[in-house]
């Protein structure tokens, strides 16, 4: 059993290295290196650092506007609150999506809450993120349609809509039948008349504390959850400014304000559309096609720009997170292992 679980991470992993590779490769390739990295060691790396430094404040504000979302979430700490937040994101960087669930866990550890709660108010934010991202590309299909499918070649601006906001809106449907009506009610009870009585005690805790993590604070915490989430996009767009003046890119090829707006929403809808570990690959592909598509930057400095504002936030938020864990006392394989026990125990 040992054996074969073994042999099912080794093959994990051997396709999770060949997509990355795949990928890096597509987005890659065609590039003069020696231009490329003259383009990188010609960068001014005040700017990379104030720009990596954006990005750790914006986990900041995701920890704040998580902070709203979590029932009596004012009595949360603010820096427990961020810890969580950062070790998510690092997680997520190391481990594709295990971060949506690292990240309460961790919370739930430190602030002795309920695991199955902190996790419903994630998906809530998942949610919010999710809405933003369609307002970003519906901004975007109005501006700039004809350019928009331009860019992505195969792709018509309604199907990327599609693809965006189906997902989004069936969980927005799936969530609310499931804790506003008997539908969520009614599929536990049906599921517990299928398990021993200690184990259908579990699923109706879970489930009440999961019902009770989906909530907002009335008018006003609905209110500062929008202002909290206009501000975090916000942080985003400027930390690639900054990738901007790092690069000197604003007097070179007059890259500005809307430059800075449409390449964080060509990528984040790339990386949406067509997710790979990391975002490696994905994110230097649009990000060098947007560039030279839109704003006629030659392909070196689109890819030298791309690498540089992929890795300087990644290698960032993992050495943060990584300084969190320690103080949190918890160990990679803890995180992992306690994560698996609370998604099964809630």
Known sequence: MASSTKTRH?????VVLAI????????????EWGELWGNIARINLLWILVSVAVTISSHFIRAERWRILIPEGNTVGRFNAFSATVIGYMMNNIIPRSGEVIRPWVLARREQRPFSRLLATVLVERILDGLALLLIF???LVVSRQQLENLLPGYTATGILLTLSIPILGLI???ALAVKTTLGTTMVAWLCRRFPGKLTAKLQEIFQEFRSGVNFSGARGGIMILLWSLLL???YAFSIYFGFLAFGYDQ???LGMGAMVTTLAITTVGITIAPTPGAFGVYHLFCRTALVTLYAV???????????MHAAPYLGTILIGALLMLREGISFGEATQHT???TANG
Do not use: P
């Open 10 to 14: 080794l093959l994990n992993l051997a």
């Open 20 to 31: 990355l590779a795949a990928s890096l490769w597509f987005a890659l390739r065609g590039v």
């Open 138 to 140: 519906l901004l975007l």
């Open 173 to 175: 449907i799936l969530v």
């Open 233 to 235: 996009w916000v942080f």
């Open 252 to 254: 070179r090829y007059g």
């Open 298 to 308: 030659g392909e070196s400095d689109a890819v030298s720009f791309a690498l540089v």
């Open 340 to 342: 698996s026990r609370d």
